[in-house]
């Protein structure tokens, strides 16, 4: 235990002694308002990872739409639908204690991501719900997010997990189904649902 104790790095000066410098070019790309390379990225985005935190606990959520459904109001603000989900709320609650969110903005076969980082805010704002209704419904309430940092994350994690690559796909059967899991998970009882019903029932609520 003593061992396991003493090889926790404790303070950002033993942990930047283990790597070099960061490279300029790494900190000078860094911007403070979207330029025409990160609002073509946004708007080619059909996926995007919302990460928050309320002090105690942290959440990392997924979103996705139509490419450009995260909308871009100027060059520091965003905003993203709230679609439906499960209803648990993690994000939108840590948002409203932090007021603070992290964005990954990811495009199929593009191995290169967009962050951005900065203050956000939960709200029912008739104005702006109108900009990010969808074809199907409008959203209860919306996050616009006031932009602080934005920069275009390298190629490398990408590259190295093969995400986009063909032989990279793997069958769905090569887990249970998701009812399956759920009902291990939570000591159900009957018969769990079949994928092909969830997957249905999903259609109905996108």
Not at 29 to 34: A, E, M, V
Not at 90 to 111: E, M, Y
Not at 142 to 147: E, F, K, Q, Y
């Amino acid at each position: 235990m003593l061992r396991e104790v003493a090889m926790i790095i404790r303070s950002i000066e033993e942990l930047r002694a283990l790597y070099p410098p960061a490279k300029p070019r790494a900190l000078q790309k860094q911007l403070s308002r979207l330029d025409h390379h990160c609002r073509r990225f946004i708007a080619l985005s059909p996926f995007v990872v919302l990460a928050s935190g309320d002090g105690t606990h942290q959440d990392a959520s997924p979103r996705g739409g139509a490419p450009g459904f995260v909308k871009v109001l100027d060059d520091t603000t965003l905003l993203i639908p709230d679609s439906p989900g499960n209803n648990r709320l993690d994000s939108l609650s840590n948002i409203i204690v932090s007021g603070r969110l992290g964005l990954l903005f990811l495009i199929p076969g593009v191995d290169e991501s967009l962050r951005i980082n900065g203050a956000a805010e939960v709200s029912v704002d008739e104005e702006l719900l109108a900009q990010v209704e969808g074809e199907r419904r409008t959203p209860r309430v919306v996050i616009r997010v006031t932009l602080e940092e934005a920069y275009l994350h390298c190629a490398k994690a990408l590259m190295r997990s093969r995400l986009w690559a063909d032989d990279s796909r793997r069958e769905r059967s090569v887990l249970p189904s998701m009812g399956e899991m759920l009902h291990d998970q939570t000591d159900g009882c009957g018969e769990p649902e079949s994928q092909a019903a969830m997957l249905a029932r999903y259609q109905d609520e996108l």
